[in-house]
């Protein structure tokens, strides 16, 4: 599996025309009904942030979606960056489908996928234990200790799970 980051200009037809100078981050992007639907995170200038759900006949992620490939997020400001998970096949198809079209593409980065980026069900549960516990607030509300215990860990493979899962969901956050 790829992961791929490319950039395109923002087609007539899309969201972000209709907040100017705002920058927005698509979720879950897919085929909708009547065309691309994604949950759409907008923050305005003056700081205030927009959540809608937003479903539209954008011609360009239509054709970015039927190459095959997965989108599960996209980025918007002067123009966009997808974010692109596939397997070699969609990847070309995708290439292909974007030249024949003639949009203008640059590729950000392009990286093998591996399941090591993937958050495990024991990262994921101790990040759930320690942020439900209060491990992240201040003054701690549970100690590294109390966690390890009730998974029946120690407190240094706790430590050591917390800070890769951390890591992972960070790195995803951050979308690197």
Request: with cysteine; net charge positive; charged share 30%.
């Amino acid at each position: 599996m790829l992961r791929v980051r490319i950039r395109t200009p923002i087609p007539k037809y899309c969201i972000a025309k209709q907040y100017p100078n705002a920058v927005l981050k698509l979720r879950c992007v897919c085929r909708g009904k009547n065309g691309i639907k994604a949950f759409v995170n907008l923050k305005t200038p003056d700081g205030r942030t927009i959540m809608v759900i937003d479903e539209h006949g954008c011609p360009l992620a239509q054709k970015i979606l039927n190459s095959g490939v997965m989108v599960p997020s996209a980025e918007i400001h002067k123009d966009i960056i997808w974010n692109i998970v596939c397997n070699d096949e969609a990847f070309k198809n995708l290439i292909t489908v974007l030249e024949r079209s003639g949009i203008n593409y640059e590729f950000v980065s392009k990286e093998e996928f591996s399941e090591d980026d993937e958050i495990t069900y024991k990262e994921y549960m101790l990040l759930k234990l320690a942020f439900e516990g209060g491990f992240f607030d201040s003054p701690k509300r549970i100690k590294l200790e109390e966690i390890a215990r009730s998974l029946g860990i120690s407190k240094s493979t706790a430590s050591e799970t917390l800070r890769r899962g951390l890591k992972k969901v960070l790195k995803e956050f951050f979308e690197l």
